[in-house]
């Protein structure tokens, strides 16, 4: 059986060929053709020498998740169903901008956090990704999407914003981030790459020591007995501990702030009382809010927030001197908007409490 390359970062692959008795350069070297060029053939690997491009040919190899399905836009967003195996299949969504691509990655095959309004979590959980389950989505969508004239890659922000809670995933979320952020590999800024976590403390203390990249953070209330529904790991990780965690964070942060991402839910989550609750909530954390327009799904009885009221909500946050943007919707017409993600998964676990503590 040969070993995929895309699983390891620039010191792991350097392990495995120093086992191998191979000098370290020759690791930096094919490091820089499979991520920087996009090349998954060891022949084509020139600067190589013949007898190592060999020996790869016979112990290694380079495979990205299969493409089963794609899907376009009107607004120009594509997402991808990506086999995954075992019956499992992931989504990815490529979103073009003026000036920037920005793609948004999974990290799990479904989610075991049951989040009220996201369509993910309500088809249960499977498994982790792999390194190169997660890195192979962007290796592979800038080779589907091909170099621009100047010859760069289309992606130039990453999010980890899919299918999945990335820090329930840990170890190979952060290998998958050292890739995206290694010259040799990618080179991505690290304010350009941002994890999104409901809130797993433990891991985020983690991740401002092991990577620190720019933080999003899946709020979504202005109280506990409200998250506490609507995100139930609230209740082992209540707002208290992870607005502190925030503040942690900020040490260490590429980013002087954290974004706080907020789904707007009529007549839930969205009135001016609770613009008002939030602004006392976040006080002493500096941040941004992105409000976001519930896309619905099937599993959730909720209706999107009006919207004046979303417009209301914003101006109480913003003349207390909170930056607050409203999310575009994009991607809606295909299901590859936020929190309708779905893919395929054949859930494994009952989804508890625990499982939010699985990982650390």
């Known amino acids: 059986m040969t070993e995929n ?17 191979e000098k370290p350069f020759r690791a ?14 060891f022949a084509a690997m020139t600067d190589i020498a013949a007898s190592l491009r060999s020996k790869l040919q016979q112990a290694a190899s380079v495979v990205s998740p299969e493409v089963q399905r794609e899907e376009l836009s009107s607004d120009g967003t594509r997402k991808w169903l990506l086999n995954v195996g075992t019956g499992n299949a992931v989504e990815t969504v490529y979103i073009p901008e003026d000036g920037r691509g920005t793609l948004c990655v999974s990290t799990q095959a479904g ?4 989040c009220a309004f996201c369509s993910t979590g309500k088809q249960g959980f499977n498994r982790n990704l792999s390194v190169a389950e997660i890195v192979g989505q962007l290796w ?22 899919g299918m999945g809670e990335p820090l329930l995933n840990y170890a190979n979320t952060v290998t998958a981030l050292r890739l995206m952020l290694d010259d040799n590999a990618y080179g991505l800024s690290r304010r350009k790459v941002t994890v999104s976590t409901s809130g797993i403390v433990p891991a985020m203390d983690r991740l401002r020591e092991d990577c620190p990249v720019a933080l999003a953070v899946s709020l979504h209330a202005s109280n506990d007995a409200l998250r506490d529904k609507l995100v139930p790991v609230n209740q082992k990780y209540p707002l208290r501990d992870l ?9 260490k942060a ?5 974004t706080f991402e907020y789904i707007m839910l009529e007549g839930v989550n969205d009135s001016e009382k609770h613009a008002r609750e939030l602004i006392s909530l976040v006080r002493d954390v500096p941040c941004k809010f ?20 979303v417009r209301r909500f914003q101006d109480v946050l913003m003349q207390a001197g909170i930056v607050t943007t409203i999310r575009k919707t994009r991607g809606d017409d295909i299901a590859g908007a936020c929190g ?3 893919g395929q998964v054949l859930d494994k676990t009952k989804r508890t409490k625990s499982q939010a503590g699985a990982d650390l």
């Not at 490091?31 to 053939?41: A, N, Q, S, V």
């Open 140 to 161: 592979w969508a800038n080779r589907e999407i091909g170099k621009d004239i100047n010859g760069n890659w289309p992606i130039t922000n990453v999010v980890f914003m």
């Open 254 to 258: 590429p980013r002087d702030f954290i």
């Open 28 to 41: 930096k070297q094919v490091l820089r053709w499979i991520h920087k060029m996009g090349e998954p053939d």
């Open 111 to 114: 989610c075991a956090l049951d």
């Open 290 to 309: 992105n409000l976001i327009p519930f896309n619905p799904i099937p599993q959730a009885p909720f209706k999107r927030s009006r919207h004046d009221a």
């Open 5 to 21: 390359l895309l699983n390891f970062d620039a010191q792991q692959l350097a392990e495995w060929f120093a086992e191998r008795g």
């Open 243 to 251: 607005l502190a965690a925030c503040q942690r964070y900020l040490d």
């Open 340 to 342: 309708q993600l779905a």
